[in-house]
Nanobody, 119 residues
């Protein structure tokens, strides 16, 4: 069983910055597409940003110019740098990754990390 471990959420004032990280274990063969989703209270989970293994990125319109997704393939880790945060960015942020192990290729989710932006 592959477990994605997230870290870095917290409370920040509007206009501030946070970086969240998500690491897959070193025992995997590789992590392919990786991404971040978020789910605000009472709303559906939505894609925030995604990055391919070679670094191609895709962003939701509501974060373009403010958030940056990146990854370190040597560490099987994906990052989301969030700048100019707004109260509407408040949500639980989940990482998502297509993980190849010796026996399977499947999608895994992190446990979620709370990001709260105060006005």
């Amino acid at each position: 069983q592959v477990q994605l471990v997230e870290s870095g959420g917290g409370l920040v004032q509007a206009g501030g910055s946070l970086r969240v990280s998500c690491a897959a274990p070193g025992s995997i063969v590789s992590a392919n597409d990786m991404g971040w989703y978020r789910q605000a209270a009472g709303k559906q989970r939505e894609l925030v940003a995604a990055i391919s293994k070679i670094g191609s990125t895709n962003y939701a319109d509501f974060v373009k110019g403010r958030f940056t997704i990146s990854r370190d393939n040597a560490k099987n880790t994906v990052y989301l740098q969030m700048n100019s945060l707004k109260p509407e960015d408040t949500a639980v942020y989940y990482c998502n990754a297509d993980i190849l192990t010796r026996t399977t290729l499947r999608t895994y989710w992190g446990q979620g990390t709370q990001v709260t932006v105060s006005s």
